[in-house]
Nanobody
Framework: QLKLVESGGDSVQPGGALRLSCVTS????????VGWFRQAPEKEREGVLC????????TWSDAVKDRFTISKDNAKNTVYLEMHNLEPEDTGVYYC?????WGPGACDARARFNLGFWGQGTQVTVSS
């Protein structure tokens, strides 16, 4: 059974930093791409960053460029989202999702994640 569990969400002040973790089980990160998504109150869910099976990263959201990075530890079955210089607009529930895909192109097909495997989410609140 494929499972993803997010953690690390918290309330921080603007300019702060957080690291989110997505612990996976039931599959290998060397065979799946994992994306981070977020949903702010009363807004549509948006894709943030993605990491493919070989370890290449794709930035989906221009709003997080140069502030957020994605990485993974295959041995720990964990994908990370490092967030710096947080802004109030970064507030929302953050989800990780996985789709199968061996090659570097899996993150290019963002729509496939709608039919992928999802975690329950972790809340990030940025407020002064």
């Amino acid at each position: 059974q494929l499972k993803l569990v997010e953690s690390g969400g918290d309330s921080v002040q603007p300019g702060g930093a957080l690291r989110l973790s997505c612990v996976t089980s039931g599959f290998y990160l060397t065979e799946y791409a994992v994306g981070w998504f977020r949903q702010a109150p009363e807004k549509e869910r948006e894709g943030v960053l993605c990491i493919n099976a070989p370890g290449g990263a794709t930035t989906w959201s221009d709003a997080v460029k140069d502030r957020f990075t994605i990485s993974k530890d295959n041995a720990k079955n964990t994908v990370y989202l490092e967030m710096h210089n947080l802004e109030p607009e970064d507030t929302g529930v953050y989800y990780c999702a996985a789709v199968d895909g061996w090659g570097p192109g899996a993150c290019d097909a963002r729509a496939r994640f709608n039919l992928g495997f999802w975690g329950q989410g972790t809340q990030v609140t940025v407020s002064s």
